[in-house]
């Protein structure tokens, strides 16, 4: 095997077909693609991947300089005019994220937070219970159940929303010193909505997963008389714990970045969220592009954060949550 | 800060009242004998999620399936006339269109640049590789709205004689030509293509890492072997790399033809559906939203259902082989 130079050696076995588990950022290679030729690429495939990433790149390199240009530049000459004279600071600015920060988007940070966190959080301990109890324990009703679960991974979430409209508005009680007049513009409205939406995913990817734990474990655990709740809680959840961080991330960059359901249940205003938020300054254009360019990088800076640093997760969340092949 | 308090307290609330449900499900079901304690708990274990999933996904399906055939209040039957209405209108029938150009467009071109990348960027040495697929790979985390804004500066239109800040128009300008109004441009779909670009620019990434983790997985033996027969770089693709990554392509051009069926975000905010780009989602909102139209909002959403019915079968009956092939 020709081995470039700087390959890692490969850990997986040569050939092995199981591209699910080798993936590019999982930290291993495979062993094949090492002699396939690594870095023999020619000039023409050097150069069409250069103008590619480049092609990639420049639409937000243009938002992101907009953003630091005073209005009046932004609004009368092209962002790539900066190139000629990048050191005239005179065009430089930072004034724009502080007038979004304080135009809305500041508030529209937090509350994306308080709808993301209890989305992300709360479903996937709902679906570790139930991921189990599909993977370890024979009961009737449990193929039919699951494959409804897999039937619903890719129904569109409108198919939910006139009722969910129709359901909020309808809760109305007091229970003592909480009280709550129709779910419509509450945070819950749209991270409920989530967990529900989010479910099928959360199972589907936890009980694959949890499938490919050794069976032998859980086995004698058993024989040691552990029930099957604390079989669930020492053994399978610690075990299962790359599997939840997928889904985590894989969630928290969904709602973070939906915007139909925000936009039906919070709607504009005190509660919007970011992409809510973003999404009116475009249509309020005539503020000027400073207040719009910086809101929408505010808007990006989490889930770009959280993409870049897990990425490695993120990439398996992906990979078992599609639909796969 | 109450927020934050409020968002923090939920997850607690939350996460506390499931532990305590499930606490309490699993002691109650370990009271009973044996052969019934047996026998509930799973249903103690998949009871909440079920519930979940019953009360925002298939009670809301049926109940929407329902509305379809009530008045927009929802107050009195209607029969099939939100259908008939919205496949009589010439405004409807073009969101079909056009939500069909989308699905024949987009996923496929998101495989091919996908399918692309993935097998030239394999031939780059590692460090080269990784960065040129994080490139391709970082849209995937921007929201529909940011990619939106993020296009505007390309597509921005300035009247002619001012200064263009849209990158298009001023290479446009810059080549002699006068500016378009490129949003607004229906002649030959253009303003629908272009908005397609911008979904296609978000998604070739996933395709991208999916198919990459494919053709990394093709034997390197089947390689050699062709080689060896004499075959060209060109045939090994077609002949020898392709056959073997098909499932992970229909993998992918699925999961791209259900993020094109749902596309909302994008139209939303480029166009509202305006300029003859209107597709299903953004119709659904509109009708739900600014004409209050309950009835028919549903409909248009049963008519999305029956257009994913195929995948859905194609998905569970993938799932049983994959499971009896386990």
Redesign the interface.
């Known amino acids: 095997m020709t081995t ?1 130079g ?3 050696p490969p850990t997986a076995v ?7 588990r ?4 999982a930290g291993r ?5 090492a ?7 020619g000039p023409l ?2 150069g ?2 250069l103008l ?2 480049f092609l ?5 390199i ?2 992101i300089v ?1 953003s630091f240009r005073t209005p009046d530049a ?7 005019t900066v190139i000629a004279s990048p050191l005239d600071f005179t065009q430089w600015t930072a004034a724009n994220y502080r007038e979004a920060i304080s135009g809305g988007m500041g508030n529209a940070f ?2 994306s ?3 993301t ?2 989305a992300t ?3 996937i ?3 570790a ?2 991921a ?3 993977t370890f ?3 009737w009703g ?1 193929d039919v ?1 699951f ?1 409804i ?19 909020y508005s309808d809760i109305n009680f007091s229970l003592g010193p909480l009280s709550v007049n129709g779910l419509t513009g509450e ?2 409205a749209v ?3 989530h ?3 989010g ?2 995913l959360a ?1 589907y990817i936890l009980r694959n997963y949890m ?1 490919t734990l050794p069976k032998a474990v859980i086995e004698s655990a058993k024989i040691d008389g552990a ?3 604390k079989t ?1 809680w020492k053994l399978i959840v610690p075990m299962s714990v790359p599997a939840l961080a997928s889904f985590a991330i894989f969630q928290f ?1 969904w709602v ?5 359901v925000a ?2 249940f919070l709607g504009p205003g005190d509660r919007a969220v970011v ?1 809510v938020n ?2 009116a300054l ?1 249509g309020a254009q005539q503020q000027g ?1 400073q207040l ?2 910086a809101g ?1 990088i505010i ?2 800076v989490v ?2 954060l ?3 640093s897990l ?1 490695r997760y993120f ?1 398996r969340g ?2 078992a949550g ?4 | 800060m109450v ?2 308090i ?3 307290l ?2 607690v609330v ?2 506390g009242a ?2 305590l449900l ?1 606490y309490v499900l ?1 002691m109650l079901v ?1 009271r009973l004998p044996d052969k019934w304690e047996e ?1 509930l ?3 103690a ?2 009871g ?3 519930v ?2 019953g ?7 049926v ?2 399936f329902i ?1 379809s055939f009530a008045n927009a209040q ?1 107050t009195a039957w209607v029969g099939l006339e939100n259908y008939t209405d919205l496949l009589g209108s010439s405004d409807f029938r073009l969101t079909l269109v056009n939500t069909l150009l989308w699905i024949a467009v987009v996923p496929a071109l998101t495989v091919a640049f996908g399918l692309g ?1 993935a097998v ?8 080269a ?18 990619a ?7 597509y921005e239109t300035r009247p002619e004689g001012e ?5 298009q128009n ?1 290479i446009v300008t810059a080549l002699g030509f006068d500016p378009v109004a490129w949003l607004q441009l229906d002649t030959l779909k253009v303003n629908s293509f272009l908005l397609m670009v911008i979904l296609i ?1 978000a998604q070739v990434g ?1 395709s991208m ?2 198919l ?3 053709v ?6 089947t ?1 050699e072997a062709a080689r060896i027969d004499g075959a060209n770089e060109r045939q090994i693709f077609f002949r020898v790399i392709t056959p073997q990554i ?7 051009f ?2 791209v033809l ?1 993020s094109v ?2 596309i ?2 994008v139209v ?2 480029m166009t509202n559906g305006n300029f003859n780009t209107d597709v299903i ?1 953004v119709r ?2 509109n009708e ?2 600014r004409n209050g139209d ?1 009835g028919r ?2 409909a248009i ?1 049963v008519m ?2 029956i257009a ?1 019915l195929p ?2 079968v194609y ?2 009956r ?3 082989a ?1 499971e009896a092939a ?1």
């Open positions: 470039t700087t390959t890692p040569p050939g092995e077909v199981k591209p699910r080798a993936l590019p950022w290679r495979e062993g094949a693609a002699a396939r030729g690594r870095g023999q690429a495939v050097r069409v991947l590619l990433c990639w790149l420049v639409p937000t243009g938002i907009t932004a609004n009368t000459s092209g962002w790539w937090v509350n937070f308080a709808v966190l209890p959080i709360i479903p301990m709902i679906a219970f139930a189990y109890a599909f324990i024979e009961f449990r159940l494959v679960v897999v039937g619903l991974l890719v129904v569109p979430n409108q198919v939910a929303l006139v009722p969910l409209l129709r359901l945070f819950a991270y409920l909505a967990i529900g939406f479910m099928p199972i499938s029930s099957h709740f669930f960059l973070w970045n939906d915007l139909l936009l039906l992409t973003v999404a475009v592009w719009l360019t929408a808007s990006m889930p770009v959280v993409f870049i990425q990439v992906l990979t599609s639909v796969k092949g | 927020r934050v409020n968002a923090l939920a997850i939350g996460v499931a532990l499930y699993n370990e026998r708990k799973p249903y274990f998949i909440p999620a079920v979940m999933i009360i925002f996904l298939v009670y809301p399906a109940r929407t509305l929802s990348v030239l960027a394999d031939r780059l040495g590692p460090q590789e990784k960065l040129t697929k994080s490139t391709i790979f970082l849209p995937m985390a921007i929201s529909g709205v940011g939106a804004t993020i296009w505007r500066f390309v200064p263009q800040i849209g990158l001023a620019w996933f890492v999916l990459s983790a494919a990394k997985g093709v034997p390197e033996e390689l098909w499932g992970t392509i229909i993998t992918v699925i999961t259900i069926l749902k909302f975000d939303y905010v989602a659904f909102f739900l939203f309950n909002a549903a959403v999305l259902m994913v995948v859905i998905q569970v993938h799932f049983r994959e386990r």
